[in-house]
């Protein structure tokens, strides 16, 4: 059955490119309501923004959501994977800015509140999008895939020239409680030149070597290391899980990425829904609920953010 959370809990930080204070809030939602961001401090304008992947408009450092009034919210790729990760279907997620707050940099702070504050069953079967045939889009070198699969598998690949990145590859099944375990406390990473790059540029104001994981070369300079060996590219399976649960349901299919960012992922979704033979939608019954994503997840195990 569709989920959401028992009662309302709240996250303060800061944005990561404006460096402003912010604060969500993730408010208890009624089934088949979904994911809605609402920008609280808009009050000249529709302020609610659904999750969705028609809603997106594409910038190359983070995922952006737009409503037909033009009110956004940017950098939800990593409360979505949380909520995705978590099996949490319908919220409500209030913030007072035009920026989810980074805190640290991966989903691990929103998977510990998460937990904390419990779910709440509801009385509606959770519907799931089954892709039936394989789908691809390409930008130069990136590809991002999606094709049958029994769970939502999530196999990517990175490539960097920084010999503390390299080569990374990394395949999950985000059943069994998966993500929490495994992805959700890898952190948003970039490279020295990047920073110095968009610091010219008035961006990652909020930026630290506390909330992103900077590499130089053979180096990292965030203090006290990696998390993991390959943080890195579970970093990106964890923005992939985020962007991929803005197609409105729980997923089921094998989703490959290649060099893959944000808007390849996106432009993933619009392929997918542009072809009506590609995918169905199905009702779930228990033995397909528990190959969903948040599926086995321990609640009340709160996980240690390292």
């Not at 495994?182 to 030149?193: G, I, P, Q, V, W």
């Amino acid at each position: 059955m569709q989920n959401t959370i028992k009662s309302p809990l709240s996250f303060d930080g800061v944005g990561l490119h404006s460096g402003t204070p912010v604060r969500l809030t993730v408010l208890p939602a009624p089934a088949s309501h979904g994911v809605v961001f609402r920008r609280v401090d808009v009050v000249d304008a529709s302020n609610e923004i659904p999750a969705l992947w028609n809603h997106v408009r594409q910038s190359p450092l983070c995922t952006r959501l737009v409503n037909s009034d033009g009110v956004s919210v940017s950098t939800v790729e990593h409360i979505m994977a949380a909520l995705v990760g978590c099996g949490v279907h319908n919220a409500v997620v209030e913030v007072n800015g035009p920026e989810v707050p980074i805190l640290d940099g991966s989903s691990a702070v929103f998977v510990r509140g998460l937990l904390s504050t419990g779910l709440k069953r509801l009385d509606s079967p959770v519907l799931a999008l089954r892709v039936l045939k394989p789908v691809e889009v390409r930008k130069g070198k990136a590809i991002a895939r999606i094709s049958p699969h029994e769970t939502l598998l999530i196999e990517f690949n990175i490539e960097f020239e920084d010999a503390a990145i390299g080569e990374q590859k990394k395949t999950l099944n985000m059943a069994n409680g998966s993500f929490v375990r495994e992805l959700s406390n890898s952190r948003t990473f970039c490279r020295k030149a990047d920073v110095d790059q968009m610091r010219a540029n008035g961006l990652a104001l909020g930026g630290t070597l506390e909330n992103a994981v900077v590499f130089d070369g053979d180096n990292v300079l965030s203090p006290g290391g990696l998390r993991h060996r390959d943080e890195a590219v579970r970093h990106k399976m964890l923005d992939a899980l985020g962007d991929l649960g803005l197609a409105g349901m729980p997923i089921l299919g094998h989703y490959q990425g290649f060099r893959a960012g944000h808007a390849l992922t996106n432009n993933l979704l619009h392929a997918l829904f542009a072809d009506k033979n590609a995918y169905e939608v199905v009702e779930c019954d228990p033995n397909m609920a528990a190959r969903l994503p948040g599926a086995g997840v321990h609640w009340g195990e709160i996980p240690e953010v390292a």
